[in-house]
C-alpha cells in the first residue's frame, strides 16, 4: 500500500486562501514566537515558600513566605474567609483581610463575598502523582 505524503490541490474557483488568512497565520506565528506572556504562576519552593510570576503586564515576581504562602496555596480551591484564618493561625483576622484584598487588587485572586480563588496556576503542573511523588509513565498502544 503506497501512501501520498504531498499533493497539490486549487480550488475550483481559483480562490487564494493565503490572501485572506495570511495575515491571520503571522499574527499567530508571531504570538508563539513571543513565548509565555500572559501568564501567572505559582512555584512552590518548599516549606511555605511560594514564588508568584505575573507575565500579563511584563514580568513580575512576589515571593510569599509564612502564613501568606499558606493561605495563597490554599486558595488554589474556593476558600472561606474561615477556613482561611484557621490556616493563618495567630494572624488577626483584619490583616488577613487587608492581605486578601490586596491580592484581590494585584488580580492574584478574586472573590465572592468570604470565599476567595487564586488565579496562578500550579508551575510545574500539579498531578496527583505529582503531589505524592510517584514516577508517571505514559503507555502508547499502536494500531497494527
Known sequence: MKIAYYFEFDYHDNRDPLSYAGPLIERIRAWNRSGPVGSLWMIPLGGARLVIVDRRAGQHLATLESWRAEVYMAC?????????????????????????????????????????????????????????????SLQVAHAS
Request: glycine letters at 8%; proline letters at 5%; aromatic letters at 4%.
Open 76 to 136: 488554589d480551591r474556593i476558600s472561606s474567609f474561615s477556613g482561611l484564618s484557621r490556616i493563618a493561625g495567630d494572624v488577626e483576622p483584619g490583616e488577613l483581610e487587608t492581605w486578601l484584598a490586596d491580592c484581590v487588587r494585584r488580580r492574584i485572586m478574586v472573590n465572592d463575598g468570604q470565599r476567595y480563588l487564586a488565579l496562578a496556576v500550579h508551575r510545574p503542573p500539579r498531578t496527583s502523582a505529582a503531589r505524592s511523588g510517584k514516577r508517571v
